[in-house]
């Protein structure tokens, strides 16, 4: 931290005094903050992730839900095998990113591509 800071130029004024990273001094304060800020964050995270796994213990905990429903995906992947629409027609159609275009293209072609494992 100390290394990215003097990089940076930084410097601690406290009640006038103008400590440097680079100064033991400095150093000494500037470890001592980075302790502080650690500590305080430490909780909050531990705090979130038993959150988080009691949702998901309830099963309650998704991903993101897609910006197409499943008949707008369908109606889409029909409108894309006609190729009379480029992905960013079809994205200005349906009033999505080009990129929730292509996710939708490729979770298609992954769900329908043969799997290649062979049972080995």
Known sequence: MGD???ARGAKLSLGGTLY??????GKMLF?????????AVD??????REGMAAVR????????????TTR?????????RCS??????????????????????ERHENAAAPSTSGGQ
Do not use: W, Y
Request: aromatic content about 4%; proline content about 6%.
């Open 84 to 105: 009379e629409h480029t992905i960013a027609d079809l994205a200005e159609l349906f009033s999505v990113s080009r990129a929730a275009v292509c996710h939708v293209l």
């Open 72 to 80: 707008r995906q369908t109606h889409l992947l029909q409108r894309h």
């Open 57 to 68: 213990a309830k099963g309650k905990l998704q991903g993101k839900q897609p910006k197409l």
């Open 4 to 6: 990215s800071l003097t």
């Open 31 to 39: 470890n001592i903050l980075a302790t502080f800020a650690e500590f």
């Open 43 to 48: 909780p909050l995270r531990m705090r979130v």
């Open 20 to 25: 440097d990273p680079v100064a033991p001094t």
